[in-house]
């Protein structure tokens, strides 16, 4: 009877606290009707700490630098897509990995700068720690000191890609997007890039080995709406290459009269010839660069 009563006992213990626990999980319904406040963000303590990564030292950062919103956090997201969907916000610089039913982890990124915007849907193809970073030829005529890299920058602590690189593809079609790491990461909650999703390189190892591959990724409209289709930017404008001025015409001075035909009016018919002029070569067109 003692053990039937002290099990009872138990039973209510552990259903007033699942119940305080699901009244700390708000309907979202009701969050949206302004009835109830969602859960406060909890951050991710130590995220930022000092560690090393095949043999790359990766510095610890100041955390009081970094914007609070910015900051590894599992937060509530009200969301109808399945745990391990990737949605990503560019208008509030935000990426959300869905680990639950209305729970994300939040982590800050960096997003393409003016141009360079883009929405729509993509799966998870690959992922890189360490990669090579490859200048397309259109980036290195912008900035012709990148031709050092043409073929290929590799993986380390000054590289664009960072610490990690997760490759993304719609319909089967790599179109050059990334999730990757920084070694900028003061540039993170901003419009920086060129249209890859940059991040921390301490959140993008995080997401990193979180991810098998195949996961769903979303990028929302500028204005926070889920994508209905691919809209990628306009294709960047070849650089202009000037062409090459002509090359004047050659004058082949005529012999000068002796001082003898001066003198003597020696007949037109019998003096040394006109001038004569050589047609300058035709210009030919420099080849049009080639896009990588």
């Given at each position: 009877m003692r053990a039937s009563f002290t099990t009872l006992i138990r039973t209510l213990i552990a259903g007033a606290f699942a119940a305080v626990l699901s009244a700390c999980v708000p309907d979202p319904?009701?969050?949206?009707?302004?009835?109830?406040?969602?859960?406060a963000p909890k951050e991710v303590q130590g995220a930022y700490l000092a560690t090393k990564d095949a043999n790359i030292d990766i510095p610890a950062l100041p955390v009081e630098?970094?914007?609070?919103?910015?900051?590894?956090?599992?937060?509530?997201?009200?969301?109808?897509?399945?745990?391990?969907t990737i949605i990503i916000n560019p208008a509030q610089r935000v990426l959300h990995y869905v680990t639950g039913k209305n729970q994300a982890i939040r982590y800050?990124?960096?997003?393409?700068?003016?141009?360079?915007?883009?929405?729509g849907t993509a799966i998870v193809s690959e992922k890189k720690p360490w990669p090579t970073?490859?200048?397309?030829?259109?980036?290195?005529?912008?900035?012709?000191?990148?031709a050092k890299w043409k073929n290929g920058q590799p993986g380390g602590p000054s590289n664009p890609l960072g610490a990690r690189a997760i490759y993304l593809t719609t319909n089967g079609v790599d179109y050059g997007y990334r999730i990757h790491g920084t070694p900028e990461w003061r540039s993170i909650g901003r419009n920086a890039s060129s249209g890859c999703i940059r991040m921390i390189n301490q959140d993008v190892m995080?997401?990193?080995?979180?991810?098998?591959?195949?996961?769903?990724?979303?990028?929302?409209?500028?204005?926070?709406?889920y994508p209905t289709r691919l809209v990628l930017p306009p294709p960047a404008p070849k650089p202009k290459v000037a062409a090459a001025p002509a090359p004047a015409a050659v004058v082949v001075p005529a012999a000068m009269p002796t001082f003898n035909q001066q003198l003597q009016g020696v007949p037109a018919?019998?003096?040394?010839?006109?001038?004569?002029?050589?047609?300058?070569?035709?210009a030919t067109a420099a080849p049009a660069p080639t896009d990588g």
């Open positions: 319904a009701m969050v949206e009707a302004g009835l109830a406040q969602p859960p630098e970094i914007p609070q919103q910015f900051r590894r956090q599992s937060v509530y997201f009200p969301t109808n897509e399945v745990p391990g800050g990124i960096s997003v393409g700068r003016s141009g360079f915007e883009w929405s970073w490859t200048p397309p030829a259109e980036m290195i005529a912008r900035d012709p000191k990148l995080d997401l990193y080995s979180r991810l098998k591959g195949g996961e769903k990724v979303v990028v929302l409209t500028r204005d926070g709406n018919a019998l003096q040394a010839p006109a001038p004569v002029v050589v047609p300058a070569p035709a």
